[in-house]
């Protein structure tokens, strides 16, 4: 067993109120001696008033450098574990075991931790690699529909920039999900042939950005306004739209790739109204997006399926636009 | 200029009220355009609370990940600002400028960044080392005895952990202090030598904990009673005392060795009055301490001047007895 590679003085064991019904009980009698900590679910917990709740817990056992977290949840679990373990005197090891789809294929691997702030998205955070990442298809049983389509819009991504053989098959997947491990094996090792090249995101891993800068632009206004709930996986789906859009528009993404793209994800995802965001909003936004550089808005766009072009300067209007694109879209 | 090669987009200069009155106007005419946030001065800031003020004014701007920040000022704010700009959209280039003798021999370098928490000292933080330290001996002129005495504590230290040649140097060292530029820079290349081979602290970079055990418990818990003022030299050169009595009593360090080492800080630094500290609340702050494995309090002690021995367990009522070696001293 890992844990027992590892040695460590103390467990810790991270975990929201959801994973600690549904996920804890499958794990338990597999863990030696653990202490647990359990925060309330959702987005609206990555803060950092939640890391000092976790670092006083920790500081209250106590943890030492030798001692061992276990981040058992999705993304926010996960991000905001690894952040807290990562600079709690000054870095301690941690284990990610993700449990929903999303975090299965996005967060578990890449090393990008942390948390949100003042409703930006990931602001305050570090890259660092989990010592080990659990995956196991166990806990995809307790996941609703709805959470299961949140982890598809990262695998659709991977797709898209991955290779039309891959496109193609993912076009296969539908309603209702039912990933094989298979499908979530593959999707992962997109991501992590990607994150192998370029761990810091200096250049080629940007490419995972695509359909991120519309997509977290959408995500931190509807944190914002608060009246409308989405998942990360509906946001980067609305992201992934816009960009698909912008491809088309700044790089000549062919229209029969636009249409066959976008077509399949407004029907794979529930339309959400983005009435709410004002243009401002919406550009405060994007402009503190963490990829931009000076005042440029930069995203990463596909020239064609497969074929992803990095680090391309669009502006706030055609952003726009792009949304409304998708407003103007409707599922057949 | 080590700027221009940097080309950052924005320029970010973070001080607190003693530095931006003392030090600002010595380089204010030599800096491109810049914002400066000024916070207040001393250890009590060195808080997350003062960090996400730090990150809101970031984030105001805002800074980009191709922005530059410098921290300008003494410990606390190279410490916390490195730190701040390592996790601010996961790391932005610093430079650190030193402007006391501490900072200058010790917080320069390293690579060690963060902020207490509860009352732990660096309890938060990681391991980065600024992209520069900009050095000058301009800013030691702007500084008290008192402050300069601070800064001789670690002086003290690098000595002791070097050699006797070193030792014998330190020694002719006496106040008032006017420590030479020949001085300070050879004080940095003994920390500088430590951390190059081993730069995480995994190994024999422990070395420069010498005097920190004892030290860190001290200033904990004094700034946990706050009622007395302590500076962290003067934390240190009670460790110092302390632990060259525990390197007397558990590595046979000889007594001659003792006695000067000891005669030479008590004469140095003014005696500080400990009868506040309860045993239990030393014991507590000794069980924080990030040099710890499970149970066991972790000391580096020397052997000889110059021949340290890390990972060395102590139990916590020896560590007792040593403070009370310490207030038993006198000055002559």
């Known amino acids: 067993m890992i844990i027992d590679q590892i040695k460590p003085t103390k467990i810790f064991l991270l975990m929201d109120t959801n994973t600690k019904e549904y996920c804890y009980p499958l794990v338990?009698?597999?863990?030696?001696?653990?202490?647990?900590?359990?925060?309330?679910?959702?987005?609206?917990?990555?803060?950092?008033?939640?890391?000092?709740?976790?670092?006083?817990?920790?500081?209250?056992?106590?943890?030492?450098?030798?001692?061992?977290?276990?981040?058992?949840?999705?993304?926010?679990?996960?991000?905001?574990?690894?952040?807290?373990?990562?600079?709690?005197?000054?870095?301690?090891?941690?284990?990610?075991?993700?449990?929903?789809?999303?975090?299965?294929?996005?967060?578990?691997?890449?090393?990008?931790?942390?948390?949100?702030?003042?409703?930006?998205?990931?602001?305050?955070?570090?890259?660092?690699?989990?010592?080990?990442?659990?995956?196991?298809?166990?806990?995809?049983?307790?996941?609703?529909?709805?959470?299961?389509?949140?982890?598809?819009a990262e695998m659709i991504k991977h797709a898209l920039i991955?290779?039309?053989?891959?496109?193609?098959?993912?076009k296969v997947m539908n309603t209702p999900i039912i990933p094989s491990d298979e499908q979530i094996s593959q999707s992962i090792q997109v991501k992590y042939r990607y994150v192998l090249q370029d761990p810091k995101e200096n250049g080629i891993r940007k490419a995972l950005n695509f359909g991120h800068t519309i997509g977290h632009a959408v995500e931190s206004n509807l944190i914002e306004t608060k009246n409308i709930s989405i998942t990360h996986g509906e946001a980067v789906a609305i992201g992934l739209i816009a960009e698909t859009w912008l491809s088309n528009q700044c790089l000549g993404l062919n229209k029969d790739n636009l249409n066959s793209i976008c077509e399949y994800l407004i029907n794979f995802f529930p339309k959400i109204d983005l009435h709410n965001i004002s243009k401002q909003q919406f550009f405060d936004a994007l402009k503190q997006d963490k990829k931009n550089k000076g005042n440029k808005i930069i995203a990463s766009l596909i020239r064609d399926i497969g074929d992803c072009v990095i680090d391309y300067p669009v502006s706030a209007e055609l952003c726009w636009d792009s949304l409304n694109y998708y407003k103007l879209l409707s599922a057949q």
Chains 1, 2 share one sequence.
């Not at 863990?31 to 359990?38: Q, R």
């Not at 917990?45 to 001692?67: F, G, N, V, Y």
């Not at 991955?162 to 993912?170: I, L, N, Y």
């Open 162 to 170: 991955d290779s039309h053989v891959a496109w193609e098959k993912q």
């Open 28 to 152: 338990e009698e597999n863990l030696t001696d653990h202490t647990i900590l359990t925060i309330f679910r959702g987005e609206k917990e990555k803060t950092i008033q939640t890391c000092i709740q976790i670092w006083k817990a920790m500081s209250d056992l106590p943890l030492d450098r030798h001692s061992l977290v276990i981040n058992m949840g999705g993304g926010v679990i996960c991000d905001m574990g690894g952040f807290c373990a990562s600079v709690f005197k000054r870095g301690l090891a941690f284990i990610n075991c993700p449990t929903t789809l999303l975090s299965q294929v996005d967060a578990s691997i890449g090393g990008k931790l942390g948390i949100d702030f003042e409703n930006y998205k990931n602001h305050i955070g570090l890259f660092r690699e989990p010592n080990h990442v659990i995956i196991s298809s166990v806990f995809l049983n307790t996941l609703s529909q709805k959470e299961l389509l949140s982890g598809c």
